[in-house]
């Protein structure tokens, strides 16, 4: 379905980023790969999604927090797969406190890497798409784009902003045959979810399943977790042609939260 098209999906080294990015090469996209990680692993991964689906894959280590470094990544991409197709702006961090104890470096990161990086990646990536009348832009949102949870004032700040950015380069773009969605996840389930079990269950003195359905789930009518493989789906769809109407929405798939 995608087959000849190239994407670049920042903070792809891992989670929901690693998902998207093998459902598009599984759909036939070269795909530039981006985040941190092990050289090793993130080797692995690059030449796994070659060898699995017969793409291109590239592996791009820009650090979202400068803007240099994002501008250079798509023009790397640009050059090499000759355009950027779709460009998935995903990479992200978290940060948990009272406003009154956050800490300005800790709101300066989140703004940069889950905001300002995709205004940078997308002022790079328009132009290109823009000549070629053909592009997909999609922003991981979240939950927090639409609500607000105590303790994360940057992280729900700066989805919020991805949703403002969402609708704002959507509305420039749409005649130039550009789309620009954003997906909006409640709780996906992550390595680095599941990671966080084991320490919740010792802090709050729960059970396992306490703290996945009373802690974790609390606020997803489905109680259950949105899995990466469901995102990458949706990522797919919004990247294909039967999705051409669909811009400037902040799609969610959150198991109901947001319904609440
Ligand atoms: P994750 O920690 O598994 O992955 C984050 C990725 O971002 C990694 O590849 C990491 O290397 C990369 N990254 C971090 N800082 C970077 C930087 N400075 N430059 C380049 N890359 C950087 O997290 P995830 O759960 O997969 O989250 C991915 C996105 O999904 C984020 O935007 C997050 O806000 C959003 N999201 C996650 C959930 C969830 O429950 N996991 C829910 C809603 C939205």
């Not at 803007?67 to 948990?96: C, H, R, S, W, Y």
């Not at 954003?182 to 084991?198: D, F, M, R, S």
Request: aromatic share 6%; glycine share 10%; net charge neutral.
């Amino acid at each position: 379905m995608l087959k000849g098209k190239a994407a670049v999906v920042t903070g792809a080294t891992s989670g929901i980023g690693l998902g998207i990015a093998r459902a598009l090469a599984a759909e036939g996209a070269n795909v530039m790969i981006n985040g941190f990680g092990e050289a090793e692993a993130i080797e692995k991964e690059r030449a796994g999604l070659e060898s699995a689906f017969g793409i291109r894959a590239l592996y791009s280590d820009a650090d979202m927090t400068r803007p240099p470094e994002i501008t250079a990544m798509v023009a790397e991409a640009e050059k090499a797969f000759g355009a950027v197709d779709i460009l998935v702006n995903n990479a992200g961090i978290q940060f948990v406190s009272p406003v009154e104890d956050f800490p300005p470096e800790k709101w300066d990161a989140i703004v940069a890497i889950n905001l300002s990086s995709a205004f940078h990646a997308v002022r790079a990536a328009v132009p290109g798409m823009k000549a070629r009348k053909w592009g997909r832009i999609i922003n991981t949102g979240s939950a927090h784009a639409l609500v607000a949870s105590p303790f994360k004032s940057a992280y729900v700040a700066a989805k919020h902003g991805i949703a403002g950015l969402t609708k704002t380069v959507a509305l420039e773009t749409a005649a130039h045959g550009i789309t620009v969605n954003a997906i909006c996840p409640g709780y996906v389930w992550t390595p680095l979810v599941e990671k966080q079990i084991p320490a919740t269950m010792q802090a709050r003195g729960l059970t396992r399943e306490q703290v996945i359905n009373d802690v974790m789930l609390a606020g997803q009518a489905t109680k259950q977790f949105v899995t990466v493989d469901e995102i990458g789906a949706l990522a797919v769809f919004l990247a294909g042609d039967m999705a051409r109407s669909i811009t400037g929405a902040l799609i969610t798939i959150d198991g109901g939260w947001t319904a609440a």
